[in-house]
């Protein structure tokens, strides 16, 4: 079975360190678990709350499953055509907006515990 880990040592530059960024917030900080399933990493309390998908542009997509129903008041997530799900890309560490993303995580949370 593969490990978040192992995905992580698969990756490389700023996809390596966008996830790894991430996966230490999502687990240590958020408190949630995370597992490999459908091939990336994907973190929960009570069901899934969010995955990192690597995207083009050697970026990766923070995506919520619960998306169309967290406020967006940052106005940070994007449907990109899907019904539940939205997301953020993100290209470059340094650009992460971590403020904005732990209050759409907090929320994601909350909704989680419905």
Same mark, same amino acid.
């Given at each position: 079975?593969?490990? =978040?880990?192992?995905?992580?040592?698969?990756?490389?530059?700023?996809?390596?360190?966008? *996830?790894?960024?991430?996966?230490?917030? #999502?687990?240590?900080?958020?408190?949630?678990?995370?597992?490999?399933?459908?091939? =990336?990493? *994907?973190?929960?309390?009570?069901?899934?709350?969010?995955?990192?998908?690597?995207?083009?542009?050697?970026?990766?997509?923070?995506?919520?499953?619960?998306?169309? #129903?967290?406020?967006?008041?940052?106005?940070?997530?994007?449907?990109?055509?899907?019904?539940?799900?939205?997301?953020?890309? #993100?290209?470059? =560490?340094?650009?992460?907006?971590?403020?904005?993303?732990?209050?759409? =995580?907090?929320?994601?949370?909350?909704?989680?515990?419905?």
């Amino acid at each position: 079975m593969k490990t =978040i880990e192992n995905f992580i040592l698969g990756l490389d530059g700023q996809q390596k360190a966008i *996830v790894s960024f991430f996966h230490e917030r #999502l687990t240590n900080y958020h408190d949630l678990r995370g597992k490999i399933s459908y091939n =990336i990493p *994907v973190y929960y309390r009570k069901s899934w709350v969010c995955y990192l998908n690597p995207i083009k542009k050697n970026g990766i997509e923070l995506a919520f499953t619960k998306g169309y #129903l967290l406020s967006n008041d940052q106005n940070l997530l994007q449907m990109k055509n899907r019904k539940y799900v939205a997301g953020i890309d #993100l290209y470059e =560490i340094q650009e992460i907006p971590e403020r904005s993303i732990d209050e759409i =995580i907090q929320e994601a949370l909350i909704i989680d515990q419905m």
